[in-house]
């Protein structure tokens, strides 16, 4: 089995039996996303104690990426530091932008190839983006302060 073959099996692994998928009752923030080159739809419910991404959840529909990734992102992000997670979505557009496999990104680094195919680069980063709006959204001022 090549490289490529192995990434095919786990993107389509995460397509078929996607974790995370539904909804989170004590969401504290919710956020819908969309790709309307492709027609990707998500919304993202995330579930923030203190500064931590202690759940989430998706709903969507859209292409074999979009839903792929979304249900690597939310893997790979749960139990998170928020500060940690948008290192992995700054990490993960790096990926796609200079096509380079990132193995800190677990199963998302099987969406390396998509860095080929230009028009699909957003049905990937879909969630990505989400998630990242997400946090913005819930952050009140972003950041913790930093030394006190
Ligand atoms: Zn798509």
Redesign the pocket.
Known sequence: MSLADLYQEVILDHYRAPRNRGSLPGATVSLRGD?P????ELRLDIELEGENLKALAFEGH??S??LASASMMTTLVKGQSRTRARELVGRFKTMLREGAEDEELGDAAALVGVSKFPV?V??AT?AWTTLEQALEESGAGADPPAGN
């Open positions: 790709n080159l492709c027609g990707d859209g292409c990426i979009s699909r957003k049905c879909l």
